[in-house]
């Protein structure tokens, strides 16, 4: 069981609509979906480069996973997301090799993704996201 491909890179940003035009005017990107994650108190805009995607969270609350990842590390790369066919047996097959999951189920997430993370102190500082499309 392995990733197929990179599903998205998230990055973190303060203000959704300044950077949605910087990818748009300065990088010529089309911004093509825009949307809010309630749960994981963010907005999110897509952009196509080639087959992977960009996705820019902007935190609706402060207190939330990006809102708190931008007041310590300022804006930037926030995860990296694979896409696997079943996010629950991948993370099975990583619990039991030891990597500390921060979701041990999946759960939706942007796009109708079911989506988990693991953990960064397990992974080398590198927040990791398991996509699931939701075809399969």
């Given at each position: 069981?392995?990733?197929?491909?990179?599903?998205?890179?998230?990055?973190?940003?303060?203000?959704?609509?300044?950077?949605?035009?910087?990818?748009?005017?300065?990088?010529?990107?089309?911004?093509?979906?825009?949307?809010?994650?309630?749960?994981?108190?963010?907005?999110?805009?897509?952009?196509?480069?080639?087959?992977?995607?960009?996705?820019?969270?902007?935190?609706?609350?402060?207190?939330?996973?990006?809102?708190?990842?931008?007041?310590?590390?300022?804006?930037?790369?926030?995860?990296?997301?694979?896409?696997?066919?079943?996010?629950?047996?991948?993370?099975?097959?990583?619990?039991?090799?030891?990597?500390?999951?921060i979701?041990?189920?999946?759960?939706?997430?942007?796009?109708?993704?079911?989506?988990?993370?693991?953990?960064?102190?397990?992974?080398?500082?590198?927040l990791?996201?398991?996509?699931?499309?939701?075809?399969?």
């Open positions: 069981m392995k990733p197929s491909h990179i599903e998205h890179i998230g990055i973190a940003v303060k203000n959704l609509d300044e950077q949605i035009a910087y990818y748009q005017d300065v990088l010529g990107l089309t911004c093509y979906n825009i949307e809010e994650v309630a749960d994981q108190k963010v907005r999110t805009a897509f952009f196509m480069v080639g087959q992977t995607k960009i996705e820019l969270l902007e935190s609706t609350d402060p207190d939330g996973p990006v809102g708190k990842f931008i007041e310590k590390k300022g804006e930037g790369v926030h995860h990296i997301a694979y896409a696997v066919d079943s996010v629950q047996d991948f993370l099975d097959s990583a619990s039991e090799k030891g990597v500390t999951l979701d041990k189920t999946p759960r939706k997430g942007a796009e109708g993704l079911s989506i988990a993370f693991l953990h960064p102190k397990s992974t080398f500082g590198v990791t996201e398991l996509c699931e499309h939701p075809e399969k």
